[in-house]
């Protein structure tokens, strides 16, 4: 019997290491990452993405650029090569948070010296969460001459929703200037606003009214120019379609809609939400969401997409594609008008939609109850010296010439202003409805340094522009982090009461965020990604005019940085490959 017993152990043995070699192997199987190559050429071109022909920035001459598609983990390799001729460029990697490559953020004058005319630089980072993500030029106003496009990331793990078919669209809005034109106007005396964009862009197409330019000749507005012609999305009756919905406007602020179809949210910034209903999608420049819509429409017919501009008052005509039911013809016209747009001025259902962004059942991650830093930002406009500017706590941000992460990192001395930017303004006298004179409002390349993995509150305050009753809307984007949004609420931000009604218990976790007219944010992060981070209005002309900070965190931590970032300002005399 003993023998017997002793046998049995005997077999069991190898069978439980073979059991778990298997598991082991499949684990392994797993966590197995990818290196993913590409090789990008970026150069300008004459296109026509609204039948308005002008000069383009294109990526292997397609804008919006290719898609990059990875598994959660895997490393990405970007090539780029400055074809620009006459210009540097920089390229960021949209809520990516670089861990442990802050040096590949792709911030001119933060994180890295510009990529020169004629020059080739490779990024490299791992994409360490699954979700919807850009990228986009960081190098002065580039962005808005067609360098973006949609980084998407697959999960190793099952997903808490359901789909058919995944598709992605990227709405933008179209200025027929140059960047060059829309800067100098900027920095000139007197002020020369940018105006209104001429069109709206859904997924790189528009249709710009040519008659509305009677002396321009067909050779640059031509509306039978295929480049323009509508964007349609096919789909087929009976499934369900996860859509991937991106802004990356210069200036507006949209409302998204499919005629007669409502989208459930589910996604936004790379983080599951609690799904919620909606009929217009309203979306922040920055901002990324994932919806389900359900093909169950009259399938004999197609119907529209639209984008309309809210918070501005609506001067651009709306942006319209096509939801075609197949096999319906994509060039059918719907039967319908398009649908009426949510007037541009009304606030209320743009909160009510921030408000209803929670995470998601069994995918929360609760804050920190308290912090260790609150930093007010008061959003204010400033003339300085007769120039216009944005200003925060009534300081307008400005680059270095020489990147903050490698004057540090270095210890070069004199790069930049090494007096920080105020934590908070004067709030108990400062009247956020009036234009305010702001006397005071001064330039700097000062940044916060924030002591390394403490809590940091952010409370984003909106306030009167220098025109009389007017608040613009700002969306805000941290680079390295995402952030527990906590509150939104009108009027000034009550630091003895508001916090109580902050949300510790289901708060979504975002990198992109609006603060509304006249009305305040409050966010929450934790600072345990070292490197140094912009933090800055995602409006291209209000970045450009100072609306803008940077905080610097663990940069002791931050490990030996690659020579090809160097190059410029006091990094002239380094090596670069």
């Not at 797993?30 to 004459?46: G, P, Q």
């Not at 249709?207 to 509305?212: A, E, G, P, T």
């Not at 940085?561 to 002239?572: A, E, F, V």
Request: aromatic share 12%; with cysteine; hydrophobic share 35%.
């Amino acid at each position: 019997m003993v023998e017997l017993r002793l046998s049995i152990r005997a077999l069991q043995l190898p069978t439980l290491l073979i059991l778990c070699f298997f598991l082991i192997l499949g684990n392994f199987h797993k966590a197995e990452a990818r290196i993913r190559h590409h090789k990008w050429e970026v150069k300008y071109e004459f296109r026509s993405p609204d039948c308005f022909k002008k000069l383009v920035i294109t990526i292997n001459g397609k804008t919006p650029g290719p898609t990059i598609q990875a598994q959660e983990g895997d490393t990405i390799v970007v090539q780029v090569n400055n074809s620009l001729v006459t210009e540097n460029l920089s390229i960021h990697w949209h809520g990516i948070r670089q861990i442990g490559t802050p040096w590949f953020d792709g911030t001119e004058g933060v994180t890295q010296c510009p990529i020169l005319p004629g020059d080739t630089f490779i990024y490299q980072f791992v994409v360490d969460r699954p979700g919807t993500y850009l990228y986009h030029a960081h190098y002065g106003m580039q962005r808005e001459a067609g360098l973006y496009g949609m980084i998407r990331v697959a999960p190793r793990d099952p997903e808490p929703f359901a789909y058919d078919l995944d598709r992605s669209i990227i709405l933008n809005d179209w200025y027929h200037k140059s960047t060059y034109e829309q800067a100098a106007g900027l920095s000139s005396i007197p002020f020369q606003w940018v105006g209104e964009p001429q069109s709206l862009l859904i997924h790189g197409k528009g249709r710009f009214n040519c008659s509305k330019s009677p002396s321009v000749s067909t050779d640059v507005c031509d509306t039978s120019n295929p480049q323009c012609s509508p964007f349609v999305q096919t789909v087929i009756p009976g499934k369900t379609y996860r859509l991937r919905i991106a802004s990356l406007t210069a200036l507006s602020a949209l409302s998204f809609e499919i005629e007669a179809n409502n989208m459930t949210v589910v996604e936004a910034d790379g983080h599951y939400v609690e799904p919620f209903e909606v009929k217009n999608l309203f979306i922040y420049s920055g901002e990324t969401y994932s919806v389900l819509v359900k093909t169950d429409q009259d399938p004999s017919r197609n119907y529209w997409i639209t984008s309309n501009v809210v918070s501005r008052n609506r001067t651009t005509p709306p942006g319209l594609g096509m939801f075609n039911y197949y096999p319906n013809h994509p060039k059918r016209s719907p039967p319908t008008v398009p649908p009426s747009p949510p007037a541009w001025d009304d606030v209320e259902p743009r909160l009510a939609q921030s408000l209803s962004i929670k995470a998601r059942q069994g995918y929360i991650l609760k804050p920190p109850t308290t912090s260790d830093r609150v930093i007010v930002l008061l959003n204010t406009q400033n003339n300085i010296s007769e120039y216009r500017h944005w200003s925060v706590n009534n300081v307008s941000f400005t680059l270095p010439h020489t990147p903050y992460l490698i004057s540090l990192k270095e210890n070069i001395t004199g790069a930049f202003d090494p007096t920080p930017p105020p934590d908070g303004y004067d709030f108990a006298n400062y009247d956020i409805f009036s234009v305010a004179s702001n006397a005071n409002a001064t330039s700097s390349s000062g940044i916060y340094r924030l002591k390394f993995n403490t809590t940091v509150d952010i409370i984003l305050q909106n306030a009167n522009t220098m025109n009389k009753n007017n608040s613009e809307t700002h969306p805000w984007h941290l680079h390295g982090h995402d952030f527990w949004v906590l509150g939104y609420g009108k009027g000034k931000f009550d630091v003895n009461n508001d916090t109580k009604k902050y949300n510790l218990e289901n708060p979504i976790m975002k990198n992109t965020v609006p603060v509304h007219p006249f009305g305040w944010t409050a966010l929450r992060f934790r600072t345990d990604n070292p490197g140094v981070w912009a933090f800055h209005c995602h409006i291209e002309s209000h970045f450009y005019m100072g609306m803008g900070v940077v905080f610097e965190e663990g940069i002791e931590r931050v490990g030996k940085l690659p020579s090809s970032i160097m190059g410029c300002g006091q990094t002239r005399g380094f090596h670069r490959p």
